[in-house]
């Protein structure tokens, strides 16, 4: 199925149904949510998923899992999807965050196959034998670090929205806490407390994730690496590939 709106299937009875759908350049689907889980793949382009506990960078040919439920919003840039809407029976992942999936191979062409069946599927045979093969691979697809979290102190949040608005890798905790009016040890350890990870951790996988959709809009490496603060292009390229495991010449979008 192709560019259909999920409301005109969801009701049909079947655990998993697939649907590719074309989005324009910078596209932004607003806050909204699913009655079934979502696995989002982006065949092409960039996305950027966001919700009230956290932002995720989607690079092309890996996908977004979002449990059934989750209010999310994400942007656009130049993706062609590919999503199986599952239901919540029939989900092979657990838990209640989003997470960034690393996609095979297998999935991939899974997933190709996936959308050109219609909606009441056979369940049996291959079209069944298919969906279910497609969960198998969803449930031990690798989890990326392409997220960082946001905590609920609104004083603390609005610090971490702020730094992905405008990200500096010199950011320093000492610089926080005194925007907090705390020590920088009662901020250090509050930080940790909220989040799940020390502030340095947290700030380098901010500047990855801003950096990733910065390429995909076509900003040349340099020019990233300098705003992000860093001294050269050398030592962000360095960071990104330990990061991520390639180089930032890899997602620059042409």
């Known amino acids: 199925m192709r560019n259909i709106p999920l409301d005109s299937v969801d009701a049909i009875d079947r655990p998993v149904l697939a649907i590719g759908t074309d989005y324009p350049p910078n596209t932004l689907l607003h806050t909204h949510s699913h009655r079934r889980a979502q696995f989002l793949y982006g065949a092409?382009?960039?996305?950027?998923?966001?919700?009230?506990d956290g932002a995720w960078v989607v690079?092309?040919?890996?996908?977004?899992w979002i449990p059934a439920g989750k209010p999310h919003?994400?942007?656009?840039?130049g993706v062609s999807t590919r999503s199986l809407y599952i239901e919540?029976?029939?989900v092979p992942r657990k838990g209640d965050q989003c997470e960034v999936l690393n996609v095979s191979p297998l999935l991939r062409q899974l997933l190709m196959e996936a959308i050109e069946l219609p909606a009441?599927?056979?369940?049996?045979?291959?079209?069944?034998?298919l969906m279910r093969l497609v969960l198998h691979e969803v449930a031990r697809a690798q989890a990326l670090p392409l997220h960082v979290p946001l905590p609920r102190d609104p004083a603390l949040a609005r610090l971490c929205v702020a730094f992905l608005h405008q990200p500096d890798i010199h950011a320093t905790p000492a610089m926080w806490a005194a925007q907090l009016n705390v020590?920088?040890?009662?901020?250090?350890?509050?930080?940790?407390?909220?989040?799940?990870m020390a502030f340095g951790k947290w700030r380098q996988r901010a500047c990855v994730l801003v950096a990733l959709?910065?390429?995909?809009?076509?900003?040349?490496?340099t020019v990233v690496a300098?705003?992000?603060?860093?001294?050269?292009?050398?030592?962000?390229?360095?960071m990104f590939r330990k990061t991520l495991g390639r180089s930032p010449s890899h997602f620059v979008m042409s």
């Open 44 to 52: 092409t382009g960039v996305m950027e998923v966001g919700t009230d």
């Open 59 to 64: 690079p092309p040919q890996r996908g977004v």
């Open 73 to 77: 919003r994400v942007r656009m840039m």
């Open 88 to 90: 919540p029976r029939a």
């Open 120 to 129: 009441a599927y056979e369940r049996q045979g291959r079209d069944g034998t």
């Open 183 to 196: 020590s920088e040890r009662t901020f250090s350890r509050r930080f940790s407390l909220e989040i799940g």
């Open 213 to 221: 959709s910065r390429l995909a809009e076509g900003q040349a490496v």
């Open 226 to 238: 300098l705003d992000l603060g860093y001294d050269s292009p050398g030592a962000f390229s360095t």
